[in-house]
């Protein structure tokens, strides 16, 4: 990978750079608000020509005012340009009214990470997500999940959704190609990937392993389904080292959850799994590793997920360099057979056996 390798920045550029970094959460609110108020939408509208600030006004019912320093600091974060007396909107600005990934990313920031991540520094000297104390009193996110506002749940699920919607259609066949009938979901979260199984071929059966609250959400998504009878559910805290996985299951799977733990919690994890295993059983795993993107901007965003994970979600995970996680796998006693490297906007599928 050519990231990240080499300073190519001139002093002048650097000092820019720096400048946006220090203004950042004003950057990030003004982008926000502009999408927000709508005077995005009404500017792209207006296509080349633009929209004077009086147009402005009326289209929005915002004071002269507010929409002028909206508009100036749209100028300098590179949303607009000036023409005139007009403002049209650039590439970047169409990008934050239109782009499904960006638009998620950003309501998953503002809405479950931005108040938090002010105690990025106390939750770093830490080792927990102190941040988390914006919406309860958890040790982490995902005990407190059914329990978040639903504007809060809302974004979170739709980040947490939007990567593997794109994967799932792409790794089914990978997954059951081979005539796995029969697998263990561990993390299965709201059934996603169970009720893609159950929909891609007939004789599919999984369970889904998780929290008691996460598969009450799941369970009664699947009785609506009519998928009772091929989705079943097995209820643990996977922290629990002291809690054996289930036997009996050809495959075992797993789709961006080991990055919700540390290092250490991953090895526990994957010991328990190869301990349930049989000899000839496969171990799954989808996870997006940010050193294996095509595109710089696909790695900056996993590198900056992680801060999620440090600030509110359980303060010692992340998206993991493939180089940390294939050694958590071999200090497992697992070997990776295959490895099958972007798939949809940035995932990679491990199969993986027992030694």
């Known amino acids: 990978m050519e990231f990240f390798t080499k300073d190519n920045r001139t002093a002048l550029e650097a000092k820019s750079l720096a400048q946006f970094i220090a203004f950042g959460p004003v950057l990030f609110q003004v982008a926000r608000v502009l999408r927000n108020s709508g005077i995005l939408q009404h500017v792209d509208a207006s296509g080349s020509a633009g929209l004077p600030i009086e147009a402005l006004i009326e289209r929005t019912g915002l004071s002269r005012y507010g929409i002028r320093v909206l508009l100036e600091s749209g100028l300098g974060i590179g949303l607009l340009i000036k ?98 009938r029969k697998l263990l979901d561990v993390g299965g979260n709201t059934g996603k990937w169970a009720i893609a199984s159950a929909a891609h071929h007939p004789e599919v059966q999984v369970t ?22 091929r989705i079943f559910f097995h209820a643990v805290n996977i922290l629990d080292a002291t809690q054996p996985f289930p036997k009996g299951f050809p495959a075992i799977w797993m789709s961006q959850f080991l990055d919700c733990f540390s290092e250490e919690e991953i090895v526990s994890i994957l010991k328990r ?3 349930a295993m049989e000899q000839e059983a496969e171990l799954l795993i989808l996870e997006a ?29 992340q998206m993991y360099h493939s180089g940390v996680f294939k050694a958590c796998l071999e200090q497992s006693g697992f070997s990776i057979v295959e490895q099958t490297d972007h798939i949809g906007l940035s995932h990679t599928l491990l199969r993986c056996k027992k030694k």
């Open 289 to 317: 590793f940010w050193d294996l993107q095509r595109f710089e901007a696909a790695a900056f965003c996993l590198q900056q997920t992680s801060i999620y994970f440090t600030a509110l979600a359980n303060g010692n995970s």
């Open 208 to 229: 889904i392993m998780d929290l008691p609250g996460q598969l009450e959400v799941a369970r009664q998504r699947i009785r609506e389904l009519g998928l009772s009878d």
């Open 83 to 180: 023409q005139g007396d007009h403002y049209v909107i650039t590439r970047t600005g169409y990008f934050i009214l239109q782009d499904p990934l960006t638009c998620t990313n950003m309501d998953f920031v503002h809405d479950v990470c931005y108040k938090g991540l002010f105690s990025l520094d106390e939750s770093i000297e830490q080792g927990r997500p102190v941040g988390l104390k914006e919406f309860g009193n958890w040790s982490t996110i995902y005990e407190g999940l059914s329990q978040l506002p639903a504007s809060v749940q809302k974004s979170w699920f739709q980040f947490d959704h939007f990567f593997s919607d794109m994967a799932f259609p792409l790794v089914l066949p990978l997954v059951y190609g081979k005539g796995v």
């Open 273 to 275: 799994c190869y301990e």
